[in-house]
């Protein structure tokens, strides 16, 4: 019998095994692909304080970026520089290669090419390379992603959103520094730009309906042959419950994809580290009862639970606006004193502080006002006395 079995072996997968098994505990991590990382479904700009927290070395490292062009289909653009590294763009790749091999390294034992299909009598039932294979585990951390084949044989409630992506890989002739966002690309979301070195970037975006139409149209701006073409789901909005039952659920799996960006590396590997704690906790006092597993949701929500709330709020707020008010709300972001807000405080993880301090600018919130009116007072209401969802 092992400790813990961690359900999926991407960058909250392989954390999690690493933390619980560098705290002593035996550690299965189940992977149902032949290597983690495949296949690739993300656009792979992180955060420099995500790509920290996933304590790798620089060799999955692309490009570095300062900076970011938002621009409209009608004319408008806001444009600001860091002048400093503000992102990583990385081999999602080699980043969760090397993620999965620390947390071997840390004593974690890895089955690949293995499915978890079902749980009998509080065994986990996978099926792989190695035929059926039956896994008794005091506890299970399961990181298997958007579509999440543990909440399902649990009967858990999911994500209330789901986006779907396109990303394509092409060579393109990029200011490597900076990063570009088309919003009236994407309706529901937005549509992006990212340079991953000298003549190449990937160009996708992502929404709730009519994605692969909106692709065509949009790469259509972009000519040149295709290297690498990538479709994904993102979950947006955390399940109501991310723990019952000996399991605690982390990342995308949870739904914990920020819902500013779609990114979910900040948040998962921070979660896992909450579950590996609580999972230790549980095993010390050998009580894996729900209300001893409550403590990791108390945990992370406690961390980043506010943000993702305030992320839902503005994400609603984002099927609001058409191409006209997205355009006449980027005028006024294009202000010196706007944009320099967004350089000292901008933040692709914890944007709650920036969003605070725009919403003290009278002429954005004018703006906002106008164009969206009871969406914004919710968001200032929240802002104001907190974000709960």
Not at 283 to 303: I, K, T, V
Not at 320 to 344: F, Q
Request: proline share 5%.
């Amino acid at each position: 019998m092992y400790d813990v079995a961690v359900v999926g072996a991407g960058p909250s997968g392989s954390s999690a095994a690493r933390a619980c098994a560098e705290a002593g505990l035996s550690v299965l991590c189940i992977e149902e692909h032949a290597a983690p990382g495949f296949p690739v479904q993300c656009a792979g700009l992180l955060s420099s304080r995500a790509f920290a927290g996933c304590e790798v070395s620089d060799h999955s490292v692309l490009n570095m970026v300062q900076g970011a062009r938002v621009v409209s289909d009608l004319g408008a653009e806001v444009f600001f520089d860091a002048r400093e590294t503000k992102a990583y763009v990385v081999d999602r790749a080699l980043l969760d290669e090397e993620m999965a091999a620390d947390a071997a390294c840390a004593g974690a034992e890895f089955w690949p090419k293995t499915a978890v299909v079902g749980r009998e009598e509080g065994r986990l039932v996978t099926c792989g390379a190695s035929g059926r294979r039956d896994v008794e585990a005091r506890m299970v951390i399961a990181a298997d992603g958007p579509r999440s084949g543990m909440a399902r044989m649990l009967g858990l409630a999911r994500a209330p959103v789901y986006l779907s992506g396109v990303q394509a890989d092409l060579p393109l002739d990029l200011d490597t520094r900076y990063v570009e966002v088309h919003p009236n690309a994407a309706p529901q979301f937005f549509a992006w730009v990212i340079p991953t070195g000298a003549g190449r970037g990937r160009v996708g975006l992502c929404g709730t309906g009519g994605v692969r139409e909106a692709f065509a149209r949009f790469a259509a701006r972009y000519p040149g042959g295709c290297t690498h073409l990538v479709t994904g789901t993102i979950p947006l909005g955390a399940m109501p419950r991310t723990y019952g039952r000996q399991t605690l659920f982390v990342g995308d799996a949870a739904g914990m994809a920020k819902p500013t960006s779609g990114g979910g590396v900040y948040t998962g590997v921070r979660a896992a580290r909450h579950a590996a704690a609580v999972t230790v906790s549980c095993c010390e006092a050998d009580d894996f009862s729900d209300p001893a597993l409550a403590a990791y949701e108390q945990r992370w929500q406690a961390d980043f639970g506010r943000e993702l709330a305030l992320g839902m709020r503005l994400f609603r707020l984002r099927q609001e606006l058409t191409a006209e008010k997205v355009d006449a709300l980027l005028e006024p972001l294009s202000d010196p004193d706007i944009t320099d807000l967004i350089v000292r405080y901008g933040d692709m993880d914890r944007p709650g502080e920036l969003v605070r301090r725009l919403m003290t600018k009278p002429k954005l919130l004018r703006g906002l006002v106008t164009v969206a009116g009871p969406s914004v007072r919710v968001i200032l209401k929240d802002l104001a006395f907190g974000v709960n969802e």
